[in-house]
C-alpha cells in the first residue's frame, strides 16, 4: 500500500495486507451493532475485521471506485451475508451512496488511502512500471481520463506542472520537456524507461526513478486529491455523535489535507487572525483524537513494508 516503494515484479495477484488493522478497529471504538463505513473498501481486509468486532449483528457499508476490487472482496467476504453491503462508486459520494442503501448516519467511516499490491500486481491497470501495459491507470474501468491521454496531449508547461505538485517531482520540468520529445509514449515501459534516462538512479536509491511521475499520473487520473476533501466532509455529514473517522494516509500530499480538514472542522473559530474578536460565530463539528500520527509498528513494518509510511489520523463528531 506504500505508493512510494517498488513493485516487486512478482506478477501473481496476493491478497492485500491491510495496514494497521488492530489500529483500525480500536481507533474506530467499533462495537457490537455498530454500523460503519469502510470508505476504500477494496479487498475488504478491514471491513472483515471490522465486521469480526461488530459482531453479532453490526455491519459495514463498502465502497469502492474499482469494481475490480469491489467484488473480489465482496466475494471473499459473502459468508457475513446481509451484514455486509457493497456499493461501487467515489467515497466523495458516500453520503448519497450510503442513502441509497438505507444508511442514514454510521458510527465510523474509514478511508484507507493508496491502492493494493493486487492493483499494481494484476495485469489491466497500467500502474506498474515492472511490467508492459497501455498507460491507463484508472480505478474505475469507465472513467474519462487515462494517463496515456494526459502523457500524449497535454501541453508541456501543465504537464511539468501537474508531475511537481501530485509527485513532489524536483526534476519536473525535465522530465515534461522529455516526454513531449518523445510523444507518442504508449506504455508503461516506455515511459518508465524515458524518466529513468532522464532522472538518472542514484546509488543506493531504493524506488525507481519514475515513482513520482506515476504517482503523479495516478492521482490526476483518479481525481485523488479532490476525492479525498469532498470524501471527508462527506464522512463529517454522515457520522453520528461520537462517532469516529480513521483516515490512513501514505504520502505527504494526503497527510496535509487530512491534516487540514480535521484542524478546520475541529476549530472553534475560523476568522482571519487579523480580527481582535471572533466575529464567525462558527463552532467545532469534529475533535481531533490524537494529535501525534499512528504508525504501524516495527514488528509490521518488518512484515509488511508497504506499510512504512502510513499514517493514521482519528477524528471524532461531537
Do not use: W
Not at 487515462?146 to 501537474?162: S, W
Not at 518508465?192 to 538518472?200: E, K, N, P, Q, S
Request: with cysteine; hydrophobic share 40%.
Amino acid at each position: 500500500m506504500d505508493i512510494i516503494a517498488p513493485d516487486s515484479g512478482d506478477n501473481s495477484p496476493a491478497f492485500h495486507r491491510p495496514v494497521l488493522l488492530a489500529e483500525t478497529v480500536e481507533q474506530l471504538a467499533v462495537r457490537p451493532g455498530g454500523v460503519y463505513l469502510d470508505a476504500t473498501f477494496g479487498e475488504g481486509g478491514h471491513a472483515e475485521a471490522i465486521l469480526d468486532a461488530s459482531a453479532p449483528s453490526g455491519s459495514v457499508l463498502g465502497i469502492d471506485l474499482d469494481p475490480r476490487s469491489l467484488a473480489g472482496g465482496a466475494e471473499r467476504l459473502e459468508g457475513y451475508g446481509r451484514r455486509l453491503i457493497s456499493v461501487q462508486g467515489n467515497y466523495a459520494d458516500m453520503v448519497a451512496l450510503a442513502q441509497a442503501k438505507g444508511v442514514t448516519r454510521v458510527d465510523g467511516v474509514l478511508l484507507d488511502l493508496g491502492f493494493s499490491s493486487r492493483q499494481i500486481q494484476e495485469p489491466g491497470y497500467g500502474l506498474s512500471f515492472r511490467t508492459d501495459e497501455p498507460l491507463d491507470m484508472r480505478y474505475d474501468p469507465a472513467g474519462p481520463l487515462t494517463a496515456d491521454r494526459i502523457v500524449n496531449t497535454y501541453p508541456e508547461k501543465e504537464l511539468a506542472r501537474l508531475i511537481f505538485q501530485y509527485g513532489e517531482e524536483p526534476r519536473s520540468r525535465a522530465i515534461a520537456r522529455d516526454i513531449v520529445r518523445g510523444r507518442p509514449i504508449r506504455s508503461t515501459l516506455h515511459l518508465a524507461g524515458l524518466v529513468a534516462r532522464t532522472v538518472g538512479q542514484r546509488r543506493g536509491r531504493r524506488v525507481h526513478p519514475a515513482t513520482r511521475t506515476f504517482q503523479a499520473l495516478r492521482m490526476a487520473v483518479n481525481g485523488e486529491l479532490d476525492n479525498l476533501e469532498g470524501g471527508l466532509m462527506a464522512a463529517v455529514q454522515l457520522l453520528a455523535p461520537a462517532g469516529r473517522l480513521v483516515v490512513i494516509s501514505y504520502h505527504s500530499l494526503e497527510d496535509r489535507a487530512v491534516k487540514g480538514v480535521l484542524a478546520r472542522e475541529s476549530a472553534s473559530c475560523t476568522c482571519p487572525p487579523e480580527l481582535p474578536i471572533c466575529a464567525c460565530g462558527s463552532q467545532p463539528v469534529m475533535r481531533i483524537v490524537n494529535r501525534k500520527v499512528i504508525r504501524p509498528s516495527f514488528a509490521e513494518v518488518q512484515s509488511n513494508p508497504r506499510s512504512r509510511s502510513a499514517k493514521m489520523r482519528v477524528a471524532q463528531r461531537i
